[in-house]
């Protein structure tokens, strides 16, 4: 059991797929390409599988975003053999991962099996010079997708030879129900393994992440670390209570979420930026904020809901307290509101990750795109 239920997780999937940064999706693919085709294998025929373990993984949100860009859906990219392994210590979401991953997977033609433990994946590669996907279903398409839309020019040697066979892509996706309390020395990482978490690193204590990122190094695996909430919550139109409200949430995120002591909550990037530079990693880091429109009502409000219920749970008990819990309801009360009115905008600031080893540890290797985000504004209220 977890705190996560699958209906929040579905509510936050648009939001999550729309805020992460396509630019180090593109960084991902570029550092993965020395895995494609290793030094000698330039003429070999098979393409190699590229072996992902998905870390808290939920219904598989993560999965369902990266293995299309990654090359699971034909002419998307690189990597037409993927074996992914999603673990968690929610037995629920992981069923609900293969129920969601073969419904998804379905409607954009792919064709799935249950095979032993593990939901197998497949399509057919497409036909050089025939138009590629143009995108995947449920994809906003703000923002385009790097190496994805029609990206024929952009396979490394995996197409079927003129009038030969075309080659399928072929991903499996397997489960693991782990308590990842128990540390890295449990996800018994493989050589190169991608190791990729969404949601997650805010959760998690300091010494968790260090023994995560000490696993990596030992291994020589790339992280690709999306969506960790860093602290930032604006909204528009503001409130006086909002400065109150944010500070007791911040608060309420360093709680012990059970991953080895108080969590990061929103010290988690600058703790992986530390972290990274101390064991070797090359860092490269972006926004991926949440802007949430008044045409999301229902995300709005739970996540709002949310916020009063963790505020109030830092109030301590006491009469003293009862002018801080009121504020608190009122705060609330009113932000309901606004959402029901259409008028509420609200950003949460979020980081995404991706960390490649280098051959020493050495100098820090830290480019970030600032958090400056622009403040909300009423052009579209
Ligand atoms: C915020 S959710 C993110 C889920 C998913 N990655 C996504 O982006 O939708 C955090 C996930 O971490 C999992 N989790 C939390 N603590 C865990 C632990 N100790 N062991 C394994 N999974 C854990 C939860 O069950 C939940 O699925």
Request: with cysteine; charged share 20%; net charge negative.
């Amino acid at each position: 059991m977890s705190d996560f239920s699958t209906d929040w997780l579905a509510l936050r999937e648009p939001a999550d797929r729309r805020a992460r940064s396509p630019r180090l999706v593109e960084g991902l693919l570029r550092r993965l390409a020395v895995l494609t085709q290793p030094p000698g294998a330039e003429s070999s025929p098979s393409p190699r599988t590229l072996r992902i373990l998905d870390l808290g993984c939920g219904t598989g949100a993560n999965f369902r975003y990266l293995a299309p860009r990654l090359g699971l859906v034909p002419g998307a990219g690189p990597w037409v053999r993927q074996d992914w392994i999603c673990v968690d210590r929610d037995r629920k979401l992981l069923a609900d991962l293969i129920h969601r991953t073969a419904d998804w997977a379905r409607g954009l033609n792919l064709t799935t099996s249950l095979h032993g433990e593990g939901l197998i994946i497949q399509g057919v590669q497409a036909i050089p010079g025939e138009q590629g996907v143009g995108g995947v279903q449920g994809d906003h398409g703000d923002r385009g997708v790097p190496g994805f839309q029609g990206a024929q020019g952009k396979i490394h040697g995996v197409q079927g030879v003129q009038g030969g066979p075309a080659p399928t892509t072929h991903g499996r996706v397997r489960t693991r129900d782990l308590d990842l309390a128990r540390g890295a020395e449990s996800l018994l990482l493989g050589a190169e393994t991608l190791v990729v978490a969404s949601a997650l690193l805010d959760l998690v204590s300091a010494n968790w992440l260090a023994g995560l990122l000490r696993a990596c190094a030992r291994s020589r695996s790339h992280l690709y670390l999306a969506l960790t909430y860093d602290g930032r919550i604006d909204l528009f139109p503001d409130h006086p209570h909002d400065g109150t409200l944010i500070a007791l949430v911040n608060a309420h995120q360093g709680r012990d979420k059970g991953l080895g002591g108080p969590a990061l909550g929103p010290s988690a990037p600058a703790c992986l930026a530390e972290l990274a530079a101390g064991l070797g990693f090359a860092l490269e880091a972006a926004d991926s904020d949440w802007v949430l429109e008044p045409d999301e009502p229902e995300l709005q409000a739970a996540l709002v809901a949310g916020w009063a219920v963790a505020a109030r749970e830092q109030v301590p008990h006491g009469p003293e307290s009862r002018g801080l819990d009121e504020a608190i309801c009122h705060w609330h009360e009113q932000r309901q509101a606004q959402i029901a009115a259409g008028l509420l905008q609200i950003r949460v600031g979020h980081r995404d990750a991706l960390l490649s080893p280098e051959r020493e540890p050495g100098p820090r290797v830290y480019r970030a795109e600032g958090s400056q985000a622009a403040p909300l504004r009423s052009t579209s209220m």
